[in-house]
């Protein structure tokens, strides 16, 4: 397959929501409860809305489309959000299941992170994405929290690389 990768703008705000959805139910189908897919189902208009803003106020966003123009992945990266670790952040990636095995998701991480020292969230429970991290020099630093109420309390880790 073949994959084309650019800048998300404001314009692209409902493609990438919805690509963002359809990866989140791709990836939590078995590990969230179907309560948790209901309510982002339920969120679409809202995450278009925030995803248009942050798009117009500058987001370091890209999205990954295949040769017939379907997007198939997602990114965002940005300066670091943890007062502890403020260096860059990956903010998240998604790839749709339709693509996973092409080398789209390394393309979208490099795209992303151009090779920076960064870290990650990762939800427990994600082996698949935990190896692609690991891979990528990704290393648990030994911290770990619950996510909030709508991702169900879960546990998560940071994951950083020099």
């Not at 999205?63 to 990956?90: C, H, K, N, Q, Y």
């Not at 960064?118 to 630093?141: K, S």
């Not at 030994?142 to 991702?151: A, R």
Request: charged content about 25%.
């Amino acid at each position: 397959m073949i994959f084309s990768i650019r800048r998300a703008l404001p314009d692209d705000a409902e493609t990438y929501s919805r690509t963002h959805l359809q990866g989140l139910h791709e990836t939590y189908a078995q590990i969230m409860p179907p309560q948790f897919h209901v309510h982002y189902d339920a969120e679409l208009p809202t995450l278009i809305a925030k995803r248009r803003e942050a798009l117009e106020a500058g987001a370091s966003s890209w999205v990954a489309f295949d040769e017939a123009g379907t997007a198939m992945g997602i990114a965002t990266s940005g300066p670091g959000r943890d007062e502890d670790r403020p260096d860059f952040e990956l903010h998240h990636i998604y790839t749709l299941a339709a693509s996973h095995g092409t080398g789209l998701g390394q393309r979208l991480l490099d795209t992303a992170l151009e090779g920076r020292a960064a870290y990650l969230w990762i939800l427990n429970g994600n082996p698949r994405a935990e190896r692609f991290y690991r891979r990528n020099g990704f290393q648990p630093d030994g911290t770990e929290t619950l996510c909030g109420p709508t991702w169900h309390h879960r546990p998560m880790f940071r994951m950083h690389r020099q």
